[in-house]
């Protein structure tokens, strides 16, 4: 069985990887920072050395890396049994104040990344006729 986790290098994404490896799921995991991705990947690898770990660095907010990502998946597993879309940011400040483009690169992470993944892997799951897409949010998204 394979789960896919998107910003699964720290904090809950982490914790869900760790959680779905030691069920034995094998786990493909990314995240933008390339060096706390390389470590997640040893610390769930090394907890759990009978599954298969996958890593990509990936910018969840530049469709053309979720595309690239998602084909990667494509051509390395046949099944995705459940898709985590976990990834997101959160720039707190005054609307007055932010930077021009903040409301695009937000929008790109937070809502576009999941939808063009799930679209990407969702043909999989129809093929199957089964998985699970889970789509977290944060607690920042209650507040204006």
């Known amino acids: ?8 290098s720290k904090g809950i994404g982490k914790a869900i990887a760790e959680k779905l490896a030691a069920e034995g799921f094998n786990v493909i995991i990314c995240a933008r920072n390339a060096d706390t991705l390389a470590t997640a990947r040893e610390d769930i690898q090394k907890k759990n050395p009978a599954v298969s770990i996958m890593a990509e660095a990936v ?5 053309a890396q ?17 898709l985590v879309n976990n990834a997101g940011i959160f720039i707190p400040g005054a609307l007055h104040k932010e930077e021009d483009g903040l409301l695009e690169k937000l929008m790109a992470v937070n809502v ?8 990407e892997l969702l043909p999989l799951m129809i093929t199957q006729r089964s998985g699970h897409i889970f789509n977290m949010c944060s607690t920042a998204s209650h507040h204006a």
Do not use: C, E, P, W
Request: aromatic residues 10%; glycine residues 6%; proline residues 0%.
């Open 1 to 8: 069985m394979n789960a896919v986790i998107t910003g699964a």
């Open 59 to 63: 910018d969840m907010g530049d469709k």
């Open 66 to 82: 979720v595309l690239a990502f998602a084909q990667k998946i494509k051509t390395t597993y046949t099944t995705v049994d459940i």
């Open 112 to 119: 576009y990344s999941a939808y063009h993944l799930t679209r």
